[in-house]
């Protein structure tokens, strides 16, 4: 049995078999369904290969506390899993701080990063240990109405009916697993590791994006160097995959 096998969490393999692979991460709150706007697209040019994170859709709580470093090394183990050397790696907020670690620490397997709405430094431990706390004590339910705020703008919010698939997301994420996870971000300080980074790196940010500004954006393209390239995408929240999936999209190439 492989550490992926013994690991439990939930993956999922679609687009072509014979083409260079592409990990999807999630963001805290999110499962792999976040990625449905770009998937067909994906799938026509990549081995895309989905998984949740701990607590998350369908994969296990595993005991905390966590650290990036094993979030980093449960993607590592699901590549030796699938027996790939090196693939391309996509993530959104903390899926995004978990390619900013693969790409420092293991940056031999990875070909590429796209980095989208993350902070290689929050800077608000506090927030983060309040947001866990509120997850213990009240429930993800309770946290949906103030994060849909925080993903969406308000234009989105108010024109867009399928906001409310992302609210049963937020529902559906164990308590523990998202207090585990809140406590993770509000401690990640990858500001020194950002030059280690030598894969061509696409780095997204969203506008109005009030959880991590563009400017935490700016900070992870010019902490990495001439391998990275930002684009911020206007009228965009924290979600901008979503919100703006065609513009996205096409900052990959595929649209």
């Known amino acids: 049995m492989t550490r992926w096998e013994r690991l439990g969490l939930q993956w999922r393999e679609t687009g072509q078999p014979d083409a260079p692979v592409l990990v999807l991460s999630n963001a805290l709150g999110c499962t792999w369904e976040m990625w449905d706007p770009q998937l067909d697209a994906l799938n026509g040019a990549y081995r895309v290969v989905r998984y949740n994170q701990r607590g998350h859709g369908e994969s296990p709580v595993l005991p905390g506390p966590y650290t990036l470093a094993e979030l980093g090394a449960d993607v590592l183990a699901l590549l030796d899993h699938l027996a790939v050397p090196r693939a391309s790696f ?26 989208c709405c993350s902070s290689a430094w929050l800077g608000q431990e506090q927030v983060e240990l309040d947001r866990a706390a509120a997850a213990r004590e009240h429930g993800t339910n309770e946290l949906v109405s103030p994060t849909i705020e925080r993903w969406f703008t308000p234009h989105f919010r108010e024109c867009h009916a399928e906001t409310a698939i992302y609210s049963a997301m937020i529902a559906s994420i164990d308590d523990e697993a998202y207090a585990l996870c809140s406590e993770l971000t509000g401690r990640v300080d990858l500001r020194a590791d950002l ?3 030598t894969a061509p790196t696409l780095v997204v940010a969203g506008a109005e994006d009030p959880v991590t500004p563009p400017e935490h954006s700016a900070a992870i393209a010019a902490g990495i160097g001439a391998n990275a390239r930002l684009e911020v995408l206007p009228h965009a929240a924290h979600l901008a995959n979503v919100e703006q999936a065609e513009a996205f999209t096409a900052l990959l190439g595929l649209a």
Not at 90 to 104: E, I, K, P
Request: hydrophobic share 50%.
């Open 90 to 115: 996509m993530g959104s907020s903390l899926g995004g701080m978990v390619g900013l670690w693969l790409g420092a620490h293991a940056g031999d397997r990875i070909e590429a990063l796209t980095i």
């Open 195 to 197: 030059p280690a980074i």
